[in-house]
């Protein structure tokens, strides 16, 4: 059973451009999160989602970044006209169906943001 | 107020010794779940140890046990014998089941190196 999967791992964009992030939850999984992790810090929570709906967006940045999970194909996280204070790593999580408080979140290796 | 606590940024233990990283979180809903995950070098995020709130025992999986202390708030990771690939960067989470699904808090870790 393949684990959570991101792609790419690294991608480097300068000022400007836009970058896409891609997550792939675990088979069986319909429950997606992005975290953010800045340098030297933990993990941010920005969004959750479900196959075609944005659950909770409390945690993303109000304007450039998007999330969809759509019904067929991985969930996209896209960030409009990046800026330097947008390198991270950003993860993704995925979780069961019946998602509980004693679920656990696996986690994709992250993808390693670098805005020049 | 912080919804998790590590105040720990950085410790070092001899190898073969037993470590306590220390943990503490806020939140006033009875149903929560608490986690550790280890964060290598190389980035990605592993599942270490669960504990739910309505556990009555500490959790353990082999060298990792979790000293639960509900009443403080407190869900201090144990780690025995420690090995030299235990050096790592570790997060305390929380899960709160919210009206929207579940959300996870992270804290902002503690740098862990063992010392041969």
């Known amino acids: 059973n393949a684990g959570v999967m991101q792609n790419p791992r690294h991608l480097v964009r300068r000022r400007g451009q836009e970058a896409r992030l891609r997550c792939s939850p675990m088979k069986g999984h319909s429950h997606v999160y992005w975290y953010r992790q800045l340098p030297e810090e933990g993990l941010k929570f920005m969004v959750y989602?479900?196959?075609?709906?944005?659950?909770?967006e409390s945690g993303m940045p109000k304007e450039r970044f998007s999330a969809e999970f759509p019904k067929e194909g991985p969930s996209i996280l896209r960030i409009q006209q990046v800026v330097r204070g947008d390198s991270a790593a950003y993860f993704c999580?995925?979780?069961?169906?019946?998602?509980?408080?004693?679920?656990?979140?696996?986690f994709g290796p992250g993808t390693r943001l670098t805005v020049l | 107020a912080q919804k998790i606590t590590q105040t720990q940024p950085g410790m070092f233990v001899q190898e073969k010794e037993a470590v306590t990283l220390d943990c503490t979180y806020d939140t006033s809903d009875p149903s929560y779940g608490l986690f550790w995950y280890k964060q290598p070098s190389s980035g990605e995020m592993i599942f270490l140890i669960y504990?739910?709130?309505?556990?009555?025992q500490n959790a353990t999986e082999g060298r990792y046990s979790l000293n639960f202390q509900k009443a403080r708030k407190s869900a201090n990771l144990v780690i025995s014998a420690s090995q030299l690939g235990d050096s790592a960067m570790y997060f305390c989470a929380m899960r709160e089941l919210t009206n929207t699904g579940n959300q996870f808090y992270f804290g902002t870790g503690t740098s862990l190196t063992v010392i041969p």
């Open positions: 989602l479900q196959k075609e709906n944005i659950i909770d």
């Open positions: 999580a995925s979780s069961p169906l019946l998602a509980g408080a004693d679920n656990e979140q696996f």
């Open positions: 504990q739910g709130s309505y556990d009555q």
